[in-house]
């Protein structure tokens, strides 16, 4: 970004140079609110699932983690957000 004008974006594998997106003037809803707070919560949860190698372990069997097509964090996320969050 420069200063609040510009920003530089990849395209079809090429950098170029966009106006900034100006935030949005409407208040959010709560469904909006909702789904912030509770993706908030999904983060946090992902990074004690970093911290604690019991957790950690448990999600670094799953098949798309061991393909590498993803992270244990993305792992912790999704499941999170679908409610099937390992349990310790």
């Given amino acids: 970004m420069i200063g ?17 997106p ?27 699932v970093l911290k604690d190698p019991q957790l950690r372990a448990s999600y670094e069997v799953l098949p798309k983690v061991k393909k590498g097509t993803s992270s244990v964090y993305h792992a912790a996320i999704t499941a999170y957000l679908n409610n099937t969050a390992v349990k310790n």
Avoid: I
């Fill in 4 to 20: 609040k004008t510009f920003v530089f974006r990849k395209v079809k594998g090429q950098t170029v140079v966009c106006k900034a």
């Fill in 22 to 48: 100006s935030k949005s003037r409407v208040p959010a809803s709560e469904a909006q609110l909702g789904c912030r707070t509770k993706f908030q919560e999904a983060v946090r949860y992902a990074q004690l």
